[in-house]
Structures are given as structure tokens and as C-alpha cells.
């Protein structure tokens, strides 16, 4: 009965990995093809996204009764609900989120059609309910990856909230946590093995960026389950891998490329190293290259001329380059200077990877009047903790103790090969370097690396070095650094809830004044929101009908306006 139940919790946690998977791309590529068709976003998309997840949950399960149906099905949709239901309750204050993505959301949810249009022509088309006064936000809109605002804007046209959209973080954090939970049982108990896929699918950019629309961790999380997965393939123990692993493998490779222009940068590196293994494996070639190569092919294909149509081909053909407006082009931009630490302007990027990730966790930028502060591992202070509310510390951004585990993971890492090298044991010091040798490589040419929230990746060395160290029964070094890293992740949610607990709070004693100004919805509002153009869809929710200011009004009466934080101001 007992090895019944683990077998019945590892079924189950495959399904709902798929499942969650198929709700979200659903969602996107729907919205994708219906673009192209001229049709924008609407309540019909996320309606026949739910009943396509149905559908194939239905497929996926009915040879098992259809009560493995229904507990299916009932715990898919429970957890969609849960997310979507999660992020209503709270809150993102991010220049990025008010400054570009919820703008975006917000367009698309009411008719922007990316494909034919761009976000500020739609803007002046009089078609949406808001009209916004600030043009910052069009390059992005127009030209960044698209897939996050797709399905943040077909779940906000259903609920009407446009913090909703969020919810797609949660989703692809409960989709790796399960597939973890899965691959993890085929080696470990239950317990173990829940431990390892909270620590896993709870990544510290994944924590620092689950109630924002920020997409480094979600990124992460994706490339995360792809890289699970191709080792999935080539793990000989792992009898069960189909159909079911393979259409994972390509739903997560659209995604990922189409939620930052690293994506298909990343997916190119870790794709390739395990392309190349399997061509030079005889017992894998014949096997595994047809059906990769088809699974790469069909993801690409979607990925750029589908999903990401009004993105690389567009930009390409607009701007001469598809990653525009940070590569190539008529204008590149350089966001990475000015909030990089001023003593990085000189250093190297090994340096400069070396003093973040050893250093008190903090938010220095070009023009902080301040260094980073190297420290002793496994140590912090009091003002660090502050800094982990947010979504992107510049400093030691993977949390407190990070440097410390990574200083124990790479040392036991290379200690490993060594081992593994000498006794010729090859086969398993493939499957480690496999994932390792391109995390190495973009560590060394990636001018950014130094910024935890575009190496989200950087997870995946304390990750193999805590598995090996359980596979190898070294217990007193596996606890160590599984406490280590429990400690680290669990300090870094609490300050995120603790964050939201506060932020929350400013938010609706912010709203009591402003309806105590507008006197209850007697008056409507006039907003002055300079680079915060996304909180207009708030306030429209709210009141019904706002009017956005090019500029603060003069020579207003005291009592007829407020002015609220980030220099907002409220006129009635």
C-alpha cells in the first residue's frame, strides 16, 4: 500500500506539471494565432485554454479510472483558482511593473494587437478606456518578448484585475515543484524528495519575483524544467520518459524564449551541450537525436513565427535586429551601467561576479554613494534582510548565505569531477557537466552575470552538488548544505510576505485618503502618473473612469489634489 501511495503522489505530480504547463501555453499560443487572425484578447481564449487543459487531463489519466480523473482535474483547477486568487490579494509597487508591463497588459486586455499595431499608435486610437500620457513605455511594449503579458491579459479580462496576470510566476513555480517532486521520487523518499522540490521550484529569484510581474525567476524556473527534463531523457533509470516529456519539452521552450531576450539565448547553450552528448553517445544517437531534433525544430517554430511573431521577425524587419532595443539596431540601450556599483565600472566580469556573490546582500547602482562590503560566509546583518523584500538586490541578490553555499557547492563539485574522473566513470560525470559546462560559460562571457536576476540559472550548481552529495550518502555534508539552503530560501520568503504585509498596507491607507478626496466617487480622478503609467488600470478599476495628465496641474487649491508616493499626484 505504502509504495502504492508514493507511486500514485509521483503519477499525480507529473499530471499536474503538465496540466499547469498546457493551461499557460494554451493560453499564449491561443492568443498568438488569434492575433494573427486579427482577433484580440478576450474571455474566450482563457475559456477554451481551461477546457484544453480539461481535455488533455482527461486523456492523460482515464486508463488509470476516473477517480485518478477527477482528483486530477479538481487539484489543477484548485491550483489555478489558488494563483489566480493569491495574486488578487496582492501587491506589485516595481518601476517595471507600473512603468512598461502592466501598460502593456492593459493594452492588449483592451485590443492591442501587437502584431499589426504598435502599443502607442493604440493608445492614441482612442480604443481603450485609458489613454496614457507618458511615451516611455512604448519601446518596450512594442518590442520586448510578449508571452507573460499575453496571459496576464487574457486572465484580466476575466477577472478584471489586472494584478492577476501575476499569477502565471505562481503557476510555473507549483509546474516545476511538482516535476521535481516526480524525478525526485525515482531516488528518494517522499519527504526527501518534497524538501528537494521546494527548495528547487523556491529558487531565490523565483522567491524574490513571485508576486511580481518581473519574468527573471519565472525564466528561470522554465529553463529549470527543461533542463530536468533532457536529463530526464538521458537517465537510464527513468523508464517512463514519452509523449507527455517531450511536449514539455517544446511548450516550455516557447515560453521561455518569449519572456526575455535571454531566453533563447539560454535555451541554445543548455540545448546544445545536451544535443551534443547525445550525437556522441552511440547507445543515445540513434534513439534520441530524431525526436530532439524534431522537439527543437517545433519549438523554434512556434517560438519565433508564432507566439513571437510581433517580436523577433518584427523586429528584424522594423529595426534591423531581434533583439532590439538592447542589441543591435538603430539604438541599442545600455540599462546595465547606470545600476551597476560604480567600483564595477573597471572590474572584469569574473571580478565583478566574485565581489556580488561574496558580499552583504544590498541595492548599490551607478550613483549610490556606497561599495559593496565583502563578508565572511554565512553571516548577515540586520540591514541585509531589508534588501530581500525586493525583486532585484544588486548585491548577493540570491539571499544572506548564498556565498557561502556556493563556496561549499563548487568546492564539493570539483572534488566530484575529480573523483568521478579518475575512477572513469564517465557516464555519470557527463550528466553533471552536462548542465554545469554552459552555466560555466555564460557565467565567463556574460557582462551581467554579476546581477542575480539574469543568472537565475546559477541555482543549478548548489542544486546537482546537494543531489550528488544524497546519492553518494556523504549525510553530514548533504544536512549541512540542505540546511543552509533551507535557511536561506525560508529567510528570503518570510521577508517577501513580510514586504507584501507592508506594502498592502500603504496601499489601502493610500486608497482611504484618495476616496476620502474624491469624496466616495462624487468627483472622478486626474492622475499625474509620470513613469508609472500602469497604476492607471488600478485606479480605472477602482473608480470607473480616470483622466491621465501629460503634466502636474497649476495653481490648484490645496485641498483638491494629494500627492502620493514614486511623485503620483491626484486630482479631483
Known amino acids: 500500500m505504502k509504495h502504492l501511495n508514493v507511486k500514485m503522489v509521483s503519477v499525480l505530480s507529473l499530471n499536474l506539471t503538465t496540466l499547469l504547463v498546457v493551461f499557460v501555453f494554451s493560453n499564449i499560443l491561443l492568443s498568438s494565432m488569434l492575433f494573427i487572425a486579427h482577433v484580440s484578447v478576450s474571455p474566450l481564449q482563457p475559456i477554451l485554454a481551461t477546457i484544453l487543459t480539461v481535455f488533455f487531463g482527461v486523456a492523460l489519466t482515464r486508463k488509470r479510472g476516473w477517480t485518478q480523473v477527477a482528483i486530477t482535474l479538481v487539484s489543477t483547477l484548485f491550483l489555478i483558482v489558488a494563483s489566480i486568487y493569491i495574486t488578487s490579494i496582492t501587491s506589485d509597487e516595481t518601476i517595471d511593473t507600473h512603468g512598461y508591463h502592466q501598460t502593456a497588459v492593459g493594452a492588449m486586455r483592451?485590443?492591442?494587437n501587437p502584431v499589426y499595431e504598435n502599443i502607442g499608435a493604440f493608445n492614441d486610437s482612442g480604443k481603450s478606456p485609458i489613454r496614457l500620457e507618458n511615451t516611455k513605455y512604448e519601446k518596450w511594449g512594442d518590442h520586448y518578448p510578449k508571452a507573460h503579458w499575453i496571459f496576464a491579459a487574457n486572465i484580466y479580462s476575466v477577472t478584471n484585475s489586472v494584478e492577476t496576470g501575476r499569477s502565471m510566476a505562481l503557476l510555473i513555480i507549483l509546474a516545476l515543484?511538482?516535476?521535481?517532486?516526480?524525478?525526485?521520487m525515482t531516488r528518494f523518499g517522499l519527504?526527501?524528495?518534497a524538501i528537494l522540490a521546494f527548495l528547487v521550484a523556491l529558487n531565490p529569484i523565483s522567491v524574490m519575483q513571485m508576486f511580481s510581474y518581473y519574468n527573471d525567476g519565472m525564466s528561470g524556473n522554465l529553463l529549470l524544467i527543461?533542463?530536468?527534463?533532457?536529463t530526464m531523457r538521458l537517465d537510464r533509470t527513468y523508464v517512463l520518459f514519452g509523449r507527455v516529456q517531450y511536449s514539455l519539452i517544446v511548450m516550455s521552450l516557447i515560453i521561455f524564449a518569449n519572456l526575455k531576450f535571454t531566453g533563447p539565448v539560454y535555451a541554445g547553450f543548455y540545448c546544445v551541450a545536451y544535443l551534443t552528448y547525445v550525437l556522441a553517445n552511440k547507445r543515445y544517437r540513434s534513439k534520441y537525436t530524431k525526436p530532439l531534433l524534431l522537439s527543437g525544430a517545433t519549438a523554434v517554430l512556434f517560438a519565433v513565427f508564432v507566439v513571437g511573431l510581433s517580436v523577433y521577425p518584427?523586429?528584424?524587419i522594423e529595426k534591423g535586429s531581434p533583439f532590439y532595443p538592447l542589441m543591435g539596431g538603430s539604438a541599442e540601450i545600455d540599462i546595465i551601467t547606470p545600476n551597476e556599483p560604480y567600483v564595477f565600472h573597471n572590474m572584469n566580469i569574473v571580478n565583478k561576479f566574485f565581489v556580488s556573490n561574496f558580499s552583504e546582500t544590498d541595492n548599490i547602482s551607478e550613483d549610490t554613494e556606497r561599495n559593496p562590503k565583502l563578508k565572511i560566509p554565512f553571516t548577515f546583518s540586520m540591514q541585509e534582510l531589508t534588501y530581500l523584500s525586493t525583486v532585484d538586490p544588486r548585491m548577493a541578490g540570491y539571499g544572506v548565505w548564498f556565498g557561502g553555499i556556493l563556496a561549499i557547492s563548487i568546492s564539493w563539485l570539483l572534488y566530484l569531477v575529480a573523483r568521478l574522473f579518475y575512477k572513469r566513470q564517465w557516464e555519470y560525470l557527463y550528466i553533471i557537466a552536462?548542465?554545469?559546462?554552459?552555466t560555466a560559460v555564460i557565467i565567463l562571457i556574460l557582462q551581467e552575470s554579476?546581477?542575480?536576476?539574469?543568472?537565475?540559472?546559477?541555482?543549478l550548481i548548489p542544486a546537482i552538488a546537494v543531489v550528488s552529495m544524497l546519492l553518494l550518502k556523504r549525510k553530514y555534508l548533504a544536512n549541512m548544505l540542505l540546511f543552509a539552503m533551507l535557511f536561506n530560501t525560508i529567510l528570503t520568503l518570510n521577508m517577501q510576505i513580510a514586504g507584501q504585509k507592508e506594502g498592502l498596507a500603504y496601499r489601502k491607507s493610500e486608497?482611504?485618503?484618495?476616496?476620502?478626496?474624491l469624496e466616495n466617487g462624487k468627483h472622478m480622478p486626474k492622475l499625474y502618473l509620470g513613469d508609472y503609467g500602469g497604476l492607471a488600470y488600478r485606479y480605472y478599476e477602482r473608480y470607473g473612469n480616470v483622466t491621465i495628465l501629460p503634466k502636474k496641474l497649476e495653481g490648484q487649491d490645496s485641498d483638491s489634489f494629494l500627492k502620493l508616493a514614486k511623485g503620483i499626484i491626484v486630482y479631483r
Not at 226 to 230: M, S
Not at 511 to 517: C, F, N, P, S
Open 177 to 184: 515543484f511538482f516535476l521535481t517532486l516526480h524525478y525526485a
Open 110 to 112: 483592451y485590443g492591442w
Open 450 to 459: 554579476w546581477w542575480a536576476r539574469y543568472l537565475p540559472q546559477l541555482f
Open 226 to 230: 527543461i533542463i530536468l527534463l533532457l
Open 314 to 316: 518584427k523586429n528584424v
Open 434 to 438: 552536462i548542465p554545469l559546462i554552459p
Open 511 to 517: 486608497e482611504k485618503i484618495v476616496d476620502a478626496l
Open 191 to 193: 519527504g526527501l524528495s
